[in-house]
């Protein structure tokens, strides 16, 4: 297994009449424009987020919400990169995002919060399992009496 994330290859086709180190360079050049587009889309280390060259900014976020976070940032097609800032206790989480991803940011937060609100305003299932229990429990049993016949 550990060979096989050393080990990668890569297969690049150029259709060309004569193969010269330019038209080899362009091919090597489209390849990595291609690799850029499709790696750096998501949660993302900070070295590579601020090797895009847009500038960043960030926004403090709890870390409770992080994961959910997450699920609205890709449908945004937000990068970001998550750092834990230990300088204080408790330690704060930061999300750093590109500059011109502010409107998509503001959109996804906003509806990230919706959904944590909604979830806090549903009913949990268990307290009401719970709750049917306890009615169950306080219903007057069904009393059974026998009694045995003698003959005489």
Do not use: W
């Not at 060309?16 to 850029?36: C, E, H, N, P, V």
């Not at 995002?97 to 009913?123: G, N």
């Amino acid at each position: 297994m550990q060979e096989e994330i050393e080990h990668k290859t890569v297969n690049l086709a150029i259709s060309t009449t004569k193969l010269s180190a330019r038209t080899l360079l362009r091919g090597m050049q489209f390849l990595l424009r291609q690799y850029d587009k499709h790696a750096s889309q998501g949660k993302q280390s900070m070295k590579r987020l601020v090797r895009q060259n847009h500038g960043v900014t960030n926004v403090e976020i709890q870390k409770t919400g992080i994961k959910d976070f997450d699920r609205y940032a890709k449908r945004y097609h937000i990068d970001y990169s998550i750092q834990k800032d230990l300088s204080c206790k408790p330690p704060r989480y930061l999300v750093y995002f590109k500059a011109q991803d502010t409107d998509a940011l503001s959109a996804a937060f906003k509806e990230y919060s919706a959904s944590v609100l909604d979830k806090t305003k549903r009913p949990s299932v268990l307290a009401k399992l719970h709750d049917l229990a306890q009615t169950i429990a306080n219903l007057p049993d069904k009393v059974r009496h026998k009694q045995e016949e003698r003959g005489l």
